[in-house]
Every structure is written in C-alpha cells, then in structure tokens.
Nanobody, 118 residues
Framework: QVQLVESGGGLVQAGGSLRLSCAAS????????MEWYRQTPGKQRDLVAH???????HYADSLKGRFTISRDNANNTVYLQMKSLKPEDTAVYYC????????????WGQGTQVTVSS
C-alpha cells in the first residue's frame, strides 16, 4: 500500500550535518504518522522521531535540539535534518509509515547508512 524510498545517507565527520529524505508513494493519504528509526548491529531499532498527519512532532529525548523532522506534503516527502553529529549516531536509519485505520500497519523503507567519523 505504501512504498518508501530513502536517500541522503553517507559518511560525515563528527560535528557535521546530513539531511535524510524519505519519499512516499502509494496510499499516501492513508498515512497517519511518518517515523525515523535507527539501528546498529546487535542493538534494537530505536525511534528517532515522528511527525503526524497534523504536523505534530516527537523526538527521542537524547536527540532533541540536534535532529529535526519535517515534511513536504507537495512532494510526499519526510526529512530528517541531523546536526552536530556524533560517532554514536552511526547507524542504519529507517523511514517508516504508519497506517492505523482499524489496526496498525507499519511500512518500512530499505534503510540508509549514516556513518559519523571522529
């Protein structure tokens, strides 16, 4: 129902910035929430941020002030602006779309690698 394509990952030095993009297609009008997660090998996949259909946002407490989630409805795209990056931010970052009409469904992007060097 929903397809997600992520881009913008790569290698960046500590203190630098990256902007991740997630383009949605398919049943985009049914999406309730867009999310960013991240995961490193041997670690659980953790929520980074989400933005609702009404525009409200939520961030992991440890990331507030450095990461910003936003959306461009005209292009059906959600962004994650990452600033002041640290080596511990290194992870695969995943975009997700949540549809919760009568039960919750979550659709995942393929993930994009972010590597922060020290």
């Amino acid at each position: 129902q929903v397809q997600l394509v992520e881009s913008g990952g790569g290698l960046v030095q500590a203190g630098g910035s990256l902007r991740l993009s997630c383009a949605a297609s398919g049943s985009i009008s049914s999406i309730n929430v867009m999310e960013w997660y991240r995961q490193t090998p041997g670690k659980q996949r953790d929520l980074v941020a989400h933005i609702t259909s009404s525009g409200s946002t939520h961030y992991a407490d440890s990331l507030k002030g450095r990461f910003t989630i936003s959306r461009d409805n005209a292009n059906n795209t959600v962004y994650l602006q990452m600033k002041s990056l640290k080596p511990e931010d290194t992870a695969v970052y995943y975009c997700a779309a949540v549809i919760s009409y009568n039960y919750v469904r979550r659709f995942w992007g393929q993930g994009t690698q972010v590597t922060v060097s020290s």
